[in-house]
């Protein structure tokens, strides 16, 4: 470590490594952590020493607010080798400022630059090896903070622990996806949490979505709560529609989050001339431009798996295949965005930040 | 233990008792707990055998799903000591039943009932000495289950822990309880888990009510969050509002948990030749009953402390002083429902059950 980050954080040594024993050829996403971890702990109104240490369990009293009021925040960003062996963060501010925002809304304390940023590139530096080259290759980061106070009444815990913690990945989402349109249960409320990356938020889309993939779809597509007529966004993706030429996404809302592969995507589809509104699209209006053959694709969009085809939606009782197409704009603006990332084409946005 | 529950359970004994250093006259709620816990975890797709062991922290792995999708549901029961020592919960039923629909819902397994109702049973029982006498005096019941699994992808785990653990209680609310009505924030979204006691759901209250208690309110009424026009429940407690002689409350739905305290009282209310009308009151309904003086009472109900008399509210601009009244109908109530808790009274209804 640099003597500078020295004296911002603390250091405590693992005695070997993991790392042999990982396949790094067959990854599931999210089960292999790095050997270290960065750990913050919020006590007395204050930021104690973050301290880089190796991967270990947390001890928790059953009490402990994050089991019973589900104080817990996260974000997930990714890290991407380049050829030269340099390691990439893709937009790391976007991540930090969206956690800082998922934190006041939760009740919880912000977390300091110096934490969020300079640990990441810190606990990244040290887990160089970690990260692969290659595209399709990403050290996937897992920024997270949970109420560790202890006590059950319903009150803000005064006590919080920040985590990152790392995993190598490969690409998440895989094969046909076909997606379900919720017509009855919902994500986010009006003035709810949806626009946080707050834990309490997936936990109610597990089961509706399991009922999805017992009829044989991989995902649903939320709509709004109160008409179920406006189309959101997915599971753990914005959406974005193509119809005739122009690509359409929702507005971000209390009810969804603010992507940060959405709003790339918006950017690198203006600089690449293709037509981009920012509008909620109906589920009428979805069904109409299928039928009419104006519909050409339908994506998703996150850090996961940068864009995600989908093939086909479900409508209450009708299913429509989309038609087969080339040149498909997500096809185009992942290779745009991924050359971005894996330092292949040339950063024009700024996006990309050194570890 | 009964040798049919060692069966059924294994037990590890405490060496010692924090019971000497509790000061029962001086509790602040859900800070102490007593020297056992029961816990039972869901691995390998079954129920292991349940455990009472000495109360003790968890230890968990930093990438467990209740601390990334929020996974974690949980209850609040109580249980009365008699003059006779013998020691009683409170429609126990009731809750390990809505214990399971919020399982279903958030895509847990369900508690088996020997795990649950027989758990609380020898947990409490073991624990009598806890249970003080004497009105306003309880102990509170903490069953909650959390996902256990590691793995940071948004899907449901397969390793789960129930654990319930138990803290001796005196009165929750205190003091006059001014509430602010919910023109913006809401708490649950249709089709979502509102209805559901899911961690989630608390972690997104916590700010609109600091909010709140910044302008000097202890609580939020919730309204619907797509109109903001049904006045719906509290923070942790249903709300019943009585114009003229008659007591309203809002119907359960997707929305709203559907409390014991709240059916009780219906119950009770109707015995008492009180009229009730379960039907939603509009926020203008409330500010007009308020100006022409039909609105006589506005009251949380909960487990935490049976019936809490609100005494004015604010809604957007205007503050409205409810008038004190004689003979109200909410410590008429609170007054028949603890005589039947703390058994008093004849517990006509058989909801009282025996340890
Ligand atoms: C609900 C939800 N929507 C959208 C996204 C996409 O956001 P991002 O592009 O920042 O990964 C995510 C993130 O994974 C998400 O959890
Ligand atoms: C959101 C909410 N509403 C209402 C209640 C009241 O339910 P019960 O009477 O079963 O305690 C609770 C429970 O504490 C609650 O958390």
Redesign the interface.
């Known amino acids: 470590m640099s003597s500078d980050i020295q004296t911002k954080f603390d250091f405590i040594k693992a005695n070997t490594s993991k790392i042999n024993e990982v396949d790094f050829e067959n990854l599931t996403?999210?089960?292999v952590?790095t050997d270290y971890?960065l750990v913050c702990d919020f006590k007395n109104g204050a930021w104690e020493k973050p301290v880089i240490k190796p991967?270990?369990?947390?001890?928790?009293?059953?009490?402990a607010k994050?089991?019973?009021?589900?104080?817990?925040i996260?974000e997930?960003m990714k890290a991407y080798k380049d050829e030269n062996d340099d390691v990439w963060m893709f937009r790391p501010y976007e991540n930090f400022s969206r956690f800082n925002k998922s934190a006041?809304?939760?009740?919880m304390p912000e977390v300091p630059e110096y934490v969020f940023i300079d640990g990441l590139k810190e606990l990244i530096n040290l887990e160089k090896s970690w990260v692969k080259k290659g595209k399709g290759n990403s050290l996937?980061i897992?920024p997270?903070m949970?109420a560790i106070g202890?006590?059950?009444?319903?009150?803000?815990s005064t006590q919080y622990r920040f985590?990152v913690?790392l995993?190598p990945a490969k690409s998440?989402y895989s094969g046909d996806v076909k997606v379900l349109i919720?017509d009855?249960?919902?994500?986010?409320?009006?003035?709810?949490?949806g626009a946080a990356k707050?834990?309490?938020?997936?936990?109610?889309?597990?089961?509706?979505t399991?009922l999805a993939n017992e009829q044989g779809f991989q995902q649903v597509i939320w709509t709004d709560?109160?008409?179920?007529t406006k189309l959101e966004e997915a599971?753990?993706m914005n959406v974005f529609f193509r119809i005739n030429d122009t690509l359409y996404t929702a507005p971000t809302s209390d009810r969804i989050l603010d992507g940060v592969t959405r709003k790339s995507l918006i950017d690198l589809a203006k600089r690449e001339g293709i037509a981009v509104e920012v509008r909620s699209v109906l589920v009428d209006e979805l069904v109409e431009a299928a039928k009419n053959g104006s519909l050409k694709e339908i994506f998703g969009a996150g850090t996961a798996a940068v864009v995600s085809p989908i093939s086909g939606f479900q409508y209450k009782d009708e299913y429509i295949e989309l038609p087969k197409i080339e040149n498909s704009f997500s096809a185009h603006l992942k290779e745009k965005m991924t050359n971005i990332q894996y330092k292949i084409e040339e950063d024009t946005f700024g996006w990309t930040v050194k570890v």
Chains 1, 2 share one sequence.
């Open positions: 996403f999210g089960n952590f971890m991967y270990e369990p947390f001890t928790l009293d059953p009490s994050v089991f019973h009021y589900g104080q817990a996260f997930g006041v809304r939760l009740c996937y897992r997270f949970i202890s006590g059950v009444i319903a009150q803000p985590c913690i995993s998440y919720a009855y249960y919902s994500r986010a409320a009006n003035g709810g949490i707050a834990a309490g938020n997936y936990s109610g889309q597990f089961y509706p399991k709560d109160a008409t179920h599971g753990t």
